[in-house]
């Protein structure tokens, strides 16, 4: 056996073991709150959802949290209406952060609750620098945070000898894949990812309606959002970064949301030649949203690291304190940066 495969087992088993303490943890109790990121994706959201229907299952008592709450775009979810955007508990005897990168990306308002359990499971393909929790089940060669879950419900349904993989778990996690490979156009893709999407179909978890939901499915106003980021297009001399904005004044205009630029970066993105696409978003009384995209061959995780946020190599975000201009320039001139330090 070569070092390469010694080491792949090696990282096979030492994740084994924390899906076993995953399971020990989650057997043992009762109270469990579950928490995704701030400006949550299908990721975050199916995985939470996910394992609250799991959980439920095994007869936990179940807090679901998003800072952000839901988009209008994943509302359908099944068990959406569950997930809430605070809890004055602290009596949990669990808690599990799904796809964060790391636990300031919870939220100002849910960490600490999440730190208040006195077990924390981190479940996550972002593998970075804010590494927490006293049980880790982390792979970044997942292609989205959903292949973890799937196992460790799979793990759980064997220890419990109920049937965990519902419907409606399938239809959450195939949601995590469709958002987080781009409907499986994205160079995360895998085998491993096909054969998962294979078994949640099975499951009655049908790819088609999903991808119309989420990308097919935008109001009047979201669509002239898309325009008025398409109309602000810039892009740097080599052509080698873009990037677009949309203003407060932008929102405002068109009658639309923050959660209605879902998206809007994949088009800055899909300019020919282009290897990183940056979206600017401009929230009302908050940080500048960033989302960058990159094409194979740049890290834009890299890049949000330095703004404090995280993803990882294909697709990142950050937040940053306004004004936009400010942002714009900034995050531009590190992107453009690393991409010559690359080269």
Same mark, same amino acid.
């Given at each position: ?5 010694a080491?792949?087992n090696k990282t096979?088993?030492?994740? /084994?073991?924390? *899906?076993d303490?995953a399971?020990? #943890?989650i057997?043992?109790a009762?109270?469990i $709150? +579950? =928490?995704?990121h701030v400006?949550p994706d ?15 299952g095994?007869?936990?008592?179940v ?5 952000d ?9 099944p ?5 809430r ?6 009596d949990?005897d669990?808690?599990?952060v ?16 999440m ?12 593998v970075a ?16 945070? /959903?292949?973890? *879950?799937?196992?460790?419900?799979? #793990?759980l349904?064997k220890?419990?000898?109920? $049937? +965990? =993989? ?10 995590g ?12 893709v895998?085998?491993?990812?096909f ?6 179909e ?8 999903i ?8 109001t009047?106003?979201?669509v002239?959002?898309?325009g008025?980021?398409l109309?602000s ?5 080599d052509g080698?970064?873009a990037w677009a904005?949309?203003?407060?004044q932008?929102?405002?205009d068109v ?6 630029t879902?998206?809007?970066?994949n ?12 979206l ?7 940080q500048?949203r960033?989302?960058?995209?990159a094409?194979?061959g740049?890290?834009v ?15 990142a975000?950050?937040s940053?304190?306004p004004p936009?201009?400010d942002?714009?320039?900034?995050v ?5 940066r ?6």
């Amino acid at each position: 056996m070569n070092s390469r495969h010694a080491n792949q087992n090696k990282t096979e088993k030492g994740r /084994a073991k924390q *899906v076993d303490a995953a399971v020990q #943890a989650i057997m043992a109790a009762r109270r469990i $709150v +579950l =928490a995704g990121h701030v400006n949550p994706d299908g990721d975050t959201l199916g995985c939470i959802l996910a394992l609250a229907h799991a959980l439920t299952g095994m007869g936990k008592e179940v807090t679901v949290l998003s800072s952000d709450g839901v988009p209008d775009i994943y509302d359908w979810l099944p068990g959406a209406g569950l997930i809430r955007n605070g809890s004055p508990r602290r009596d949990f005897d669990l808690a599990v952060v799904c796809d964060a990168g790391n636990l300031d990306r919870v939220g100002a308002s849910i960490r600490p609750i999440m730190e208040s359990a006195p077990c924390l499971i981190d479940i996550d393909h972002h593998v970075a620098d804010g590494v927490f929790g006293s049980i880790r089940i982390l792979d970044s060669s997942a292609a989205a945070t /959903a292949e973890i *879950v799937w196992k460790l419900i799979l #793990a759980l349904q064997k220890a419990t000898g109920s $049937v +965990l =993989a519902t419907r409606d778990v399938a239809e959450c996690l195939m949601t995590g894949l469709i958002t987080d490979t781009g409907s499986f156009r994205f160079l995360n893709v895998t085998p491993r990812t096909f054969a998962l999407a294979a078994r949640l179909e099975r499951l009655g978890a049908v790819p088609a309606p999903i991808v119309d939901l989420v990308f097919e499915n935008r109001t009047y106003g979201g669509v002239k959002l898309l325009g008025r980021a398409l109309d602000s297009l810039q892009m740097t001399a080599d052509g080698k970064v873009a990037w677009a904005h949309v203003t407060v004044q932008d929102f405002t205009d068109v009658s639309a949301v923050d959660a209605e630029t879902e998206g809007i970066v994949n088009h800055v993105r899909a300019i020919k030649g282009v290897q990183v696409g940056i979206l600017f978003r401009e929230v009302p009384d908050k940080q500048v949203r960033v989302s960058l995209r990159a094409r194979n061959g740049a890290d834009v995780n890299r890049i949000a690291n330095v703004f404090g946020g995280g993803g990882h190599v294909l697709a990142a975000g950050c937040s940053v304190e306004p004004p936009l201009k400010d942002v714009e320039r900034a995050v531009v001139a590190e992107t453009v940066r690393q991409l010559n330090e690359s080269r």
